[in-house]
């Protein structure tokens, strides 16, 4: 899957001058967590989250009064807490990569570019929604996790007798194993019991890890 096909597209921006006041209240209504920053020719100069905006506020525990303090938020331009130096993606960039971006860098949203200007924005919500489509989480079913052997073809060898019982796979995937004999599998299988499922995979794995009817 590539970033293009699970942005938001036309994110919302802010210009460098915006408020924190202002910019606060427009992430609050329209419920995002980030907002790229654009200067008058639309180019990207930076990003501003939340927590950007939260840190550059008074404290709660202030003395300030109510006007002080929304005078104070009036003053403080986004460019004064905006993150400058931006990680960004192209819309042709894989969901793997966006995500190695994100957790290698301790962030949770990059700006996606087409020519340099912003077309989108890929969150780890986004990935998040992923993730549940890639294990099945929505559909009805058996979800199953086991270690299977470190073999070519092994994995084909569960799937083809899961079929072969009338068993549909809904999810399959793979992660690491316990030691490099084995590897981890998660699926999601509609139209067999659990006692059915497992009878079947048993005999081909090396440990059952967990099995339940969602």
Not at 127 to 145: D, H, I, Q
Request: with cysteine; aromatic share 4%; glycine share 6%.
């Amino acid at each position: 899957m590539l970033v293009g096909k699970r942005m938001t597209p036309n994110p919302i921006t802010v210009s460098p001058d915006t408020s924190i006041g202002e910019a606060m209240e427009r992430m609050k209504r329209e419920k995002v967590r980030r907002f790229p920053v654009l200067d008058k020719n639309r180019k990207l100069v930076g990003i501003v989250a939340y927590n950007d905006l939260l840190h550059a506020s008074p404290s709660s525990v202030t003395s300030l009064s109510v006007w002080e303090v929304s005078y104070l938020l009036s003053q403080v331009k986004i460019n004064e807490v905006m993150t400058k130096k931006v990680i960004t993606v192209t819309e042709n960039a894989t969901l793997e990569e966006a995500a190695r971006l994100m957790v290698d860098n301790e962030i949770g949203g990059l700006p996606v570019l087409r020519d340099d200007l912003v077309v989108g924005i890929i969150t780890e919500s986004d990935l998040f929604k992923v993730f549940l489509e890639l294990l099945g989480a929505r559909e009805k079913g058996v979800r199953l996790t086991v270690l299977a052997p470190y073999f070519k073809g092994s994995l084909a060898q569960i799937s083809s007798k899961i079929t072969e019982r009338g068993g549909l796979i809904l999810a399959l995937n793979t992660f690491l194993g316990e030691d490099p004999t084995n590897w981890g599998c998660h699926l999601k299988v509609a139209d067999l019991s659990k006692d059915e499922l497992l009878e079947v995979v048993k005999p081909l794995v090396v440990k059952i890890i967990d099995v339940r009817e969602t």
